[in-house]
């Protein structure tokens, strides 16, 4: 898609300006809160300046000129990024993120920032403090989350690509949803500096796009090593040589998958099969003691990690009487109630006496999920999963239940968890028309084969 | 199991009404039975860290955004100062 668009503006046939304007118009126009913000004219028309200098001076690149949409916790200075908070709603970035930096360099306009499940809590944008996006294919549906917005926009044609950041799924879950293709790049590949924080040692900002292609453009877009981020690696480039061996985790369906998740999930082994390839299930003891682990590590996290946000130093301050009171209030009256429930949930497996019995616990399950893994691809390519239980929900369904909120995130955690690469592809759509995915995980820097396995599973007929 | 929702918002610095605090501790006790499982796994053996490992850089002078445009983001600023209440009395 980006190529075609490329060669189009390369050749004069596609003007920038215009295809900007184009997606620009439709993103104002749009109905389903999609986007927080579509910045003004003439920040757009800034950049688009830029962009037709590059292709002028012959300096362009596949992404130059091209719209693209970022959610609201990836900074881009000057502009306000709110992670779709309350707390952060008058909050400019003083800088540029890296990936943004990353994005800028190559020419591609950035004409907004899209809404989110508030600090990237939740798995619908239903926690977002701005309402719900309305998924595109189904406006009774949630576009999943927490990256719900950059999904909705891309399926809705009002950006080419986005990007969006994941944590335990939220880039994969709403690909699946919106019938995109969604990358979770290897933990560090792509810098954290400039994205809002959430669980630190799982955050990971990837792309959302339609086609596998597109996704490996903009992750070598956006991975640099980076002296901002002390998490940060350089990429290793191995030249992916397949071995022909997928493993399916056993146990997959017991807690009780989506019948038409499991029936596209079989058809896309199937064809696998058809190529050649070798699917065998294997014994993944700790795969499913992943969400356990995740929901351990990542409100203590999250719980230090929003210790930052105070009344002080962003964001607005709610009470001046004391210190004290000013802390309690502000926290109390701007965070949202699923943000206010990690902090606490955080806040209680890392006091004193629970420590040991969950934080440790937990990151020494955490070890052995990742050696588990580590082992499993010495003999296979990757791990095949559906990306998620079901198709899409509906808005509302599970509002009010945290733990089966929760729950839809079974398949995408363990590879936050390992700090693996995974990618979600469409797998085609439910009897209703609903978008699936499957999910291919690799080991870290595997990046190229799940590519390769992508763009095979993209010519399927499903 | 019991919760004790309002110790834990004074340790996390959240005001919360009595209301909110008896539905708050159903939830957290409903997550707390789910993530209990990993109490019955057996870690014996298993480092408690998950072997990272420290990484350095130079101790250099590099721009990034001035001091005037950090505390210009903060919600209340006097000659580029951070203004808090009073702290001590």
Redesign the interface.
């Known amino acids: 898609m980006i190529a075609e668009l490329h060669n189009k503006i390369a050749n004069g046939e596609v003007k920038i300006a215009a295809l900007v304007g184009e997606y620009v118009a439709r993103a104002r126009a749009d109905t389903r809160n999609i986007f927080r913000e579509v910045y003004s004219d003439r920040d757009i028309a800034a950049q688009v300046a830029v962009a037709e200098a590059m292709l002028a001076e012959g300096k362009s690149t596949a992404l130059t000129g091209i719209p693209v949409a970022i959610k609201d916790n990836i900074l881009f ?1 000057g502009h306000v990024a709110g992670a779709s908070s309350k707390m952060l709603e008058h ?2 970035a ?2 540029d993120s890296t990936a943004v930096a990353q994005l800028r360099a190559a020419g591609a306009v950035i004409i907004g920032r899209t809404n989110m499940d508030e600090f990237a809590m939740g798995s619908s944008t239903e926690n977002s403090a701005y309402g719900v996006t309305k998924n595109p294919l189904d406006e009774m549906r949630v576009p999943g989350g927490s990256s719900g917005g950059s999904a909705a926009a891309v399926a809705a044609h009002l950006a080419v690509v986005s990007l969006g950041s994941d944590t335990g799924g939220s880039i994969r879950q709403p690909a699946a949803f919106c019938g995109l293709v969604g990358l979770l790049p290897t933990y560090g590949t792509v810098s954290r500096h400039g994205l809002i924080a959430m669980a630190s ?1 799982l955050d990971v900002i990837g792309p959302f796009t339609r086609t596998v292609e597109d996704a490996e453009l903009l992750y070598n877009t956006i991975a640099v090593q980076d ?2 981020d ?2 940060s690696v350089a990429r290793k480039k191995e030249k992916s040589i397949l071995k022909k061996k997928i493993a399916v985790p056993k146990g997959l369906f017991d807690d009780g998958a989506d019948k038409e998740v499991k029936q596209k999930f079989d058809t896309v082994c199937g064809k696998l099969l058809e190529k050649g390839f070798v699917i065998e299930e294997i014994d993944l003891s ?1 795969f499913v ?1 992943a969400l ?2 995740y ?2 590590l990542q409100p203590a996290e999250v ?1 230090s990690n929003l ?1 930052r946000l ?8 709610m009470s ?10 502000t ?3 701007l ?1 949202g109630k699923e943000v ?2 990690r ?3 955080g ?3 890392l ?1 004193h006496g629970y420590y040991d ?2 934080y ?9 999920i ?1 050696a588990e893994l580590e082992k499993a691809f010495e003999t296979y390519d990757a791990i095949i999963t559906p990306t998620t239980p079901t198709p899409a929900f509906r808005i509302g369904e599970k509002a009010h239940d ?2 089966s909120m ?1 729950l839809s995130d079974l398949y995408t955690v363990p590879a936050n968890i390992a700090q693996m690469p995974a990618l979600s592809v469409p797998s085609g759509k439910t009897t209703e028309g609903l978008p699936l995915g499957v999910q291919f995980i690799g080991p870290q820097h595997g990046e190229g084969t799940l590519f390769v396995l992508g763009k095979m599973v993209e010519q399927f007929p499903l | 199991m019991s ?1 004790d ?1 309002q110790k ?2 004074d ?6 009404s009595d209301d909110e605090a008896e539905a ?1 501790a159903g ?2 006790e ?3 039975r ?6 019955s ?1 057996d ?1 014996s053996g ?6 990272e490992v420290n ?1 350095f ?1 130079d101790d250099v002078v ?1 721009p ?2 001035t001091v005037y ?2 505390v ?5 600023s006097q000659d580029h100062f ?1 203004k ?4 001590i009395e």
């Open positions: 200075a909050y400019t003083s800088y040692s002296s901002f002390s998490t700790h003691d356990a682990v929901y351990i719980s210790a105070d009344g002080v130093r962003y964001g607005d301050r001046d009487k004391s210190v004290l009171d000013m802390y309690k209030e926290r109390g009256q965070f206010r429930r902090i606490l949930l806040t209680y497996v006091s019995a969950y440790n616990k937990a990151v020494a399950l955490r070890s052995l990742r945290p733990v929760y | 919760i929702i834990l918002a340790l996390a610095r959240i005001r919360v708050l939830d957290l409903n997550i707390v789910f993530v209990d499982i990993v109490q796994r870690v298993v480092p408690t860290v998950a072997g990484v850089r590099a990034l955004a445009d950090l210009e983001v903060a919600p209340e951070v808090v209440p009073k702290i």
